[in-house]
């Protein structure tokens, strides 16, 4: 008899609507989650399209929908170790990583205030620091802290917990194991930016004002670094000429051969928040050619009319910096052929969007191609989702999630 349970693997946009999506149709759902809360980079931005919404415009509905369905559980900072059998009788072995901090939890702040040790925060993509005892966002979901007992100094967890007035913080709190029995998977991993330190010519990653697409996004939000402030991240300047370098290690066959879909559209989003909250920053994009699908075209045109904005088809080779920390860019206009370097105060690289799963060995026998992404397993039972499948943007996510579940329902159908 085929087990009618389906694990989600991820817990970003794709995962949690197909999770939702099954089980409000009767259907017993796991969704596993790496990271200490569910969302995934939608969470990290500022806003999103189509609606440029914030955050939690549409996460708080899907948070909401979650609590209030019995049939769907997460597990957060958990991994899939191992798979077997196949559809409808799925054997499923997952790693929980401890967080320390149990549901007694209020949020209040306690142990953040007694931590000491600071290191790179992850949600903010390493341009700000977070305390060992910390919350990754305001809006987290599940609402509880994480202490991150690696990096904690010697008697430093003590403290952790002697300021928490609930008795929240376990020290004792350690790895386990779960086994789950599914009878379909659906593998919504996400994806990750590329790493800026490949683009050796771009700084690889070192030049203190050149920042990613994804960087970008934190620094514009309010519950970034600089509470939504545009600021240098080299100095805390606010920054009056700002350029965008396009395709910045995509369509490139020595990084990623592909298009990734949204880092124009990504861009265009980027100067609205400048102007918004830079309103004389004069910005430059620097781009192959510039890709807004379909109803986006509208919203290209309303950005291309800002008198502060330049469009420059041209190829950036190199970004260097000089004393000031001000990027140099050398660039060669496509259109008259002539060869520059121009200084600005940030620069902004439009990375790439590589699937989670590249570079890594899945648990899963499903096929991928050369760039990591999952190619087929749907005849073994196992449906990718999003951007685990090709890379995509929030509103064509959501609807893979949907026809995910779908598949993953049909899957155990007559088993």
């Known amino acids: 008899m085929s087990n009618n349970s389906i694990l989600v693997v991820g817990g970003g946009f794709a995962g949690i609507t197909a999770a939702l999506e099954a089980a409000e149709v009767g259907h017993e759902v796991y969704i596993v989650e790496t990271n200490p809360y569910l969302g995934g980079r939608v969470a990290q931005l500022n806003q999103y399209f189509p609606k440029l919404c914030p955050p939690s415009c549409g996460l708080e509905i899907q948070f909401q929908r979650i609590k209030n369905n019995p049939r769907v559980k997460f597990f957060t900072m958990a991994d899939v170790v191992s798979v077997a059998g196949g559809p ?49 966002h305001l809006f987290a979901f599940p609402q509880r802290y994480v202490v991150d007992a690696a990096a904690c100094a010697p008697g430093e967890m003590d403290a952790i917990k002697a300021a ?38 771009l700084g690889g990653g070192k030049l203190k004002n050149v920042v990613s697409n994804m960087q970008f996004e934190r620094l514009a939000a309010p519950n970034g670094p600089t509470s939504g402030k545009i600021l240098r991240p080299g100095d805390g300047r606010e920054p009056k000429r700002i350029a965008f370098v396009q395709c910045a290690g995509s369509r490139d066959e020595n990084h990623l051969n592909y298009c990734s879909y949204i880092c124009c559209m990504a861009s265009l989003k980027h100067v609205t928040y400048i102007r918004e909250k830079n309103p004389d920053a004069r910005v430059t994009i620097y781009y192959i050619d510039l890709r807004t699908p379909g109803r986006y075209d509208n919203f290209k045109q309303k950005v291309e009319a800002d008198d502060k904005l330049s469009l420059v088809k041209g190829k950036v080779a190199k970004i260097v910096e000089d004393e000031g920390l001000n990027p140099i860019v050398t660039v060669e206009d496509a259109v008259t052929g002539i060869k520059s370097e121009e200084k600005y105060d940030l620069v902004v690289l439009a990375t790439g969007m590589q699937p989670s799963c590249a570079g890594t060995k899945l648990p899963v ?42 598949k993953a329902i049909q899957t155990m159908v007559g088993r």
Do not use: H
Request: aromatic residues 8%.
């Open 365 to 406: 026998q499903v096929p991928v191609d050369e760039d990591g992404f999952i190619t087929g397993g749907e005849d073994k039972g196992i449906i990718a989702a999003g951007c685990a499948k090709l890379p995509l943007d929030v509103m064509k996510t959501a609807q893979t999630g949907t026809g995910a579940a779908m």
């Open 88 to 136: 409808g009788a799925f054997d499923v072995k997952i790693k929980i990583r401890p967080r320390y901090v149990n549901t007694n939890c209020t949020m209040c702040g306690e142990c953040e205030k007694a931590a000491t040790t600071t290191v790179k925060s992850e949600f903010d993509f390493g341009i700000c620091e977070r305390k060992t005892a910390y919350r990754t």
């Open 164 to 201: 928490c007035p609930y008795g929240a913080v376990e020290p004792a709190d350690a790895e386990k194991t779960l086994d789950l029995q599914v009878g379909a998977i659906v593998w919504a991993t996400g994806w990750k930016p590329y790493d800026m330190e490949k683009l050796t010519n």
